[in-house]
Structures are given as structure tokens and as C-alpha cells.
């Protein structure tokens, strides 16, 4: 039954990940290529529209998974399954906060934590990268592709505006105005 599919997979997403959304998207992409639930296009798609709307990143990825697998049943299975594991943590965190502040192995297990989420995140942004850029894979006419082109420049500003310290909603909005004037200029 795909709803009960839907709710296990993204219950193991959500209890085996740690670090935010950005560390489950190597998971998300893995588990639903995985079971043909949508091509990576739409996913890379749905990432950045992820990115402008409301709400935590992985909530709405799964809320999207669940909706264009299982319809509305399937959106409410799939989120419940990616929130429950964080909210059972977070009930336990709070009622032994003390013992856990002080705790080498829980201090220990985050710092041994830090750097997979790291290589986690690193990852999706490889990964989300090659769907951008290379859509049909690596090659030479990659470089002559205008789509190429408007996704760097596009990038570039926005990796310096970041770094300027720009607010990320005019980030966003900035973005998504070149993208759609790159998009009419060049024919996408």
C-alpha cells in the first residue's frame, strides 16, 4: 500500500537524519529515484520552490512526495512519517535536558555528527548542481547550451549576494526574476 510506503520511508528519512532538510535531500533523492515515485528533474524542480514558500524545507518535500504519489493521503502520510521521528526526540531532549547538556557521549555524538552533516549537505549540493548544469549528463555541448550559461551567471550573482550578506528572500526574488528573464531571452 503506498501509503503505508510512504509514511516507513519517510519515518527512516526523518529518524536518520540529522543537520535540516539540506542533509535529508541526498536521502529524499535516493528513496524516491529509488521507487519511481518522480524523476530527479522534479525534484531538483520542487527544491527551489521548496526554497521560496513557507515552511521547513523537508516538510515540504515530503508533503510534495507524498502529494504526487498518494494524492492528499499520501502528502499527510509521508509528512507525518518525516516530523514524528524529530518530535519523539525533541519530547525526550526536553524532559532530560539537564542530563543531556552535561553528557560527554551526547556532546561526543555531536561533534561526530557536524561533519557528516556537512559531507550530507555537500552532497545535495553536488547532486542538485549536475541536475542544473548538466541535465543530460557531462558533455562538451554542455559549454554551448544557453540554459548553462543563465544558470551560471544566475548562480555567481546570487553566490556573492550571499556572501554580501543580502537578505535571502530578495535572493530568492532576484533569482527567480533572472531566471524567468534568462528563461524568455533564451527560449527555455
Known amino acids: 500500500?503506498?501509503?503505508?510506503?510512504?509514511?516507513?520511508?519517510?519515518?527512516?528519512?526523518?529518524?536518520?537524519?540529522?543537520g535540516g532538510g539540506y542533509a535529508m535531500l541526498p536521502l529524499i533523492q535516493a528513496e524516491v529515484s529509488a521507487r519511481g515515485w518522480m524523476p530527479d528533474a522534479d525534484i531538483v524542480n520542487f527544491i527551489a520552490v521548496s526554497e521560496s514558500t513557507p515552511g521547513?524545507?523537508?516538510?515540504?518535500?515530503?508533503t510534495y512526495v507524498g502529494m504526487t504519489a498518494g494524492?492528499?493521503?499520501g502528502a499527510v502520510c509521508a509528512t507525518l512519517g518525516v516530523v514524528l521521528p524529530s518530535f519523539v526526540i525533541i519530547l525526550i531532549v526536553a524532559k532530560c535536558f539537564d542530563?543531556?547538556?552535561?553528557?560527554?557521549?551526547?556532546?561526543?555524538?555531536?561533534?561526530?555528527l557536524k561533519p557528516a552533516v556537512i559531507g550530507l549537505i555537500a552532497c545535495a549540493v553536488l547532486s542538485v548542481a549536475k541536475t542544473v548544469f548538466f541535465p543530460d549528463g557531462f558533455a562538451a555541448f554542455s559549454f554551448t547550451n544557453a540554459a548553462f550559461y543563465a544558470s551560471a551567471v544566475i548562480f555567481a550573482v546570487m553566490t556573492v549576494l550571499a556572501f554580501k550578506k543580502v537578505h535571502p528572500i530578495i535572493i530568492i526574488c532576484i533569482s527567480a526574476a533572472a531566471?524567468?528573464?534568462?528563461?524568455y531571452a533564451s527560449g527555455l
Open 99 to 112: 542530563k543531556f547538556r552535561s553528557s560527554r557521549i551526547v556532546s561526543g555524538c555531536m561533534s561526530g
Open 71 to 73: 494524492g492528499f493521503p
Open 56 to 62: 521547513p524545507f523537508a516538510v515540504n518535500m515530503s
Open 1 to 18: 500500500m503506498i501509503y503505508l510506503e510512504l509514511f516507513l520511508t519517510f519515518l527512516k528519512i526523518g529518524a536518520f537524519t540529522f
Open 179 to 183: 531566471g524567468i528573464v534568462f528563461g
